[in-house]
């Protein structure tokens, strides 16, 4: 097993996973931050900007095959090796973030809203908890997000675009009926009480068994897909 040239291919395309996510992510809080001074009054703002980089890391998972596998493959890189490369450095990224967004939620909290009263990083419920827990549950949301995208890409290079479509139109389906039959039984309270009933951390703790599920499928899908 070798990984490292797939490292090293990745960090080399800093724009990619490094600045463009940091460049845009600190431009919609200055925007954000630059609102809120215009407010003329003491209530909470709260924003959804942040959620930006967890739909970034569900589009870096979809785009990272496309941009890298044939490359890699045409470099003689085992299909391996490929993906274990590709899982390490999603992992070590989502890392990152995960840390970068704990400090500058912690950081938030205390100078009340940067002196603006803005909630860009800091959420109740979201940031409830220790440090630890809330590093957690941004790692697992942020990994789970990546490897999701990972196999959407990796079902795409191995069926093509119609095997996405109909996975796609598949996945639809399945989830229209499971939410018809919600609603047919009235059950919709009873999720969202134990929704209540439950921490951020708690409920992000069910995810890590469906991202090995994205991770394991991703690759079977990859050993057979073709360059």
Do not use: C
């Not at 229209?176 to 039984?185: C, H, K, R």
Request: proline share 3%; charged share 10%; glycine share 6%.
């Amino acid at each position: 097993m070798n990984i490292q040239p797939m490292l090293k291919m990745y960090s080399r395309d800093k724009w990619a996973w490094f600045l463009i996510p940091n460049l845009i992510l600190f431009s919609v809080f200055l925007i954000n931050f630059l609102i809120s001074l215009l407010i003329p009054n003491e209530e909470k703002m709260y924003t959804g900007g942040v959620s930006y980089i967890f739909f970034y890391m569900l589009v870096m998972g979809i785009i990272v095959v496309t941009q890298s596998f044939p490359y890699a493959i045409g470099m003689s890189v085992r299909r391996t090796d490929y993906f274990l490369g590709t899982v390490v450095m999603g992992v070590v990224i989502n890392v990152f973030f995960s840390i970068l967004l704990i400090v500058l939620s912690i950081i938030e909290n205390e100078t009340n809203g940067w002196g603006g009263h803005i909630h860009f990083f800091h959420f109740p419920y979201l940031n409830d908890g220790t440090i630890l827990e809330q590093l957690m549950t941004y790692m697992i949301l942020l990994n789970s997000l990546f490897f999701l995208g990972f196999l959407i890409s990796s079902i795409a290079r191995r069926f093509g675009a119609k095997g996405l479509i109909i996975v796609a139109i598949t996945s639809i389906l399945i989830s229209s009926v499971i939410a018809l039959l919600l609603m047919y039984y009235e059950v919709w309270i009873d999720i969202f009480q134990w929704f209540a009933r439950h921490t951020a951390v708690e409920i992000a703790y069910w995810l890590i068994l469906p991202t090995l599920v994205y991770i394991g499928l991703s690759y079977l899908l990859l050993r057979r897909a073709t360059v």
